[in-house]
């Protein structure tokens, strides 16, 4: 009986010491699995923590969805570490260093695509694009074990852009149908007034020419302005709301060209 409850006090004690071994701090690396994992929860949480933040306090963005859809698509996102090394430890921790890549939503690059400035929200100051994706080398940490052996701490993160660029990812993503539409209509409007200052000049220079000089002209004016719709499109398209919004900027876009070649043209600036 004796030899047997000593046998069973050896296997629990065996059991135990393997157990801790799992979270010893003796061989706590920062590349250990738990410790990968931990950071790119980490990494995530950071965001999550700046997009509820913000969906508050609406101190970086006011859209009219939901915070859950921002969320959901936060959490669609994978955080990938690869080269994971320490390279030395001290009172606060582990150092630590990894490369993080992100690979950006379809819809964040679809907005990107329309308007290349949106792509400093998604690369941050350190970021770069690679295969659709963003990421980052060299990030620099601090990782230590807590005193329950068990969770993970981060500290001195050196590029707090990621999770800055995760946040941005997501509302961007999920907007994506609201800020193309708001970049088309700010799009057309430039391009209507654009043409609008050009018809008005070239109007102007055919009023100054001479009497003779717009009288041999007429016909030739008259085919300008034919060849110009037949190229074109016609200006009352750009204001249908039933043609699609790029054909629209298209026509205007079209026309102001034309329109400031014939004004170089009749005022011989084009030579």
């Known amino acids: 009986?004796?030899?047997?409850?000593?046998?069973?006090?050896?296997?629990a004690a065996f059991s135990n010491a393997a157990n801790a071994g799992l979270f010893d701090s003796n061989d706590f690396k920062c590349g250990r699995d738990d410790a990968v994992k931990a950071l790119a929860g980490y990494i995530k949480?950071?965001?999550?923590?700046?997009?509820?933040?913000?969906?508050?306090?609406?101190?970086?963005?006011?859209?009219?969805?939901?915070?859950?859809?921002?969320?959901?698509?936060?959490n669609?996102?994978?955080?990938?570490?690869?080269?994971?090394?320490?390279?030395?430890s001290g009172n606060d921790g582990l150092d630590c260093s990894a490369t993080i890549s992100i690979k950006i939503p379809q819809d964040t690059l679809d907005v990107v695509?329309?308007?290349?400035?949106?792509?400093?929200?998604?690369?941050?100051?350190?970021?770069?694009?690679?295969?659709?994706?963003?990421?980052?080398n060299g990030a620099t940490y601090v990782a230590k074990l807590a005193d329950n052996n068990k969770d993970i701490l981060f500290s001195n993160f050196n590029w707090t852009d990621v999770s800055a660029a995760m946040f941005n990812m997501s509302v961007l993503a999920v907007n994506k149908d609201q800020i193309i539409s708001t970049l088309s209509q700010s799009s057309l409007k430039l391009a209507q007034s654009a043409y609008a200052s050009a018809d008005r000049e070239l109007n102007a220079v055919w009023k100054e020419l001479p009497d003779?000089?717009?009288?041999?002209?007429?016909k030739e004016q008259i085919a300008w302005v034919n060849n110009k719709v037949a190229k074109c499109g016609k200006i009352p398209d750009g204001k249908a709301e039933t043609i699609p919004m790029q054909q629209r900027v298209n026509i205007y876009q079209c026309q102001t060209k034309m329109t400031n070649e014939r004004i170089s043209y009749l005022t011989g600036d084009n030579e």
């Open 45 to 74: 949480d950071e965001a999550s923590g700046m997009l509820q933040s913000s969906f508050i306090t609406k101190s970086r963005f006011n859209y009219d969805k939901p915070v859950s859809v921002y969320q959901n698509m936060l």
């Open 113 to 136: 695509s329309k308007a290349p400035h949106y792509l400093q929200y998604v690369t941050g100051d350190n970021g770069k694009v690679n295969n659709s994706g963003v990421t980052w």
């Open 1 to 11: 009986m004796f030899k047997k409850m000593a046998l069973l006090t050896v296997v």
């Open 76 to 88: 669609s996102m994978k955080v990938e570490l690869t080269n994971v090394s320490t390279s030395g």
């Open 212 to 218: 003779s000089v717009r009288n041999s002209m007429k």
